[in-house]
């Protein structure tokens, strides 16, 4: 499983329903296992975005549908970085051709 890193921001729609995130945040969770992806964590940040999110999908593909699917509610808008971990990083060093 690829691991991602979702960062995110309530648009002024979100703000306005804002004590119904806890329950959207079960429903992206509930979508992301139908999808055969998981939801690891979710923070809440304070700074230059509102939360973010560590999931593991199986590919981008996936990872691409989740993004869609959640961000067409319109509560929200993120960014998405494909993360590696140590390993992974070591491996892909440890690869290349010079």
Do not use: C
């Amino acid at each position: 499983m690829a691991t991602y890193i979702m960062f995110g921001n309530y648009t002024q729609q979100g703000m306005d329903k804002i004590k119904a995130a806890p329950t959207r945040i079960d429903t992206a969770r509930e979508v992301m296992y139908k999808l055969g992806a998981e939801l690891k964590q979710w923070y809440l940040l304070m700074g230059q975005y509102d939360f973010a999110l560590i999931v593991e999908a199986p590919d981008d593909e996936t990872m691409a549908k989740l993004v869609l699917a959640i961000g067409s509610h319109g509560n929200i808008r993120t960014q998405t970085a494909r993360a590696f971990t140590e390993e992974e990083f070591r491996q892909l060093v440890t690869d290349l051709p010079y």
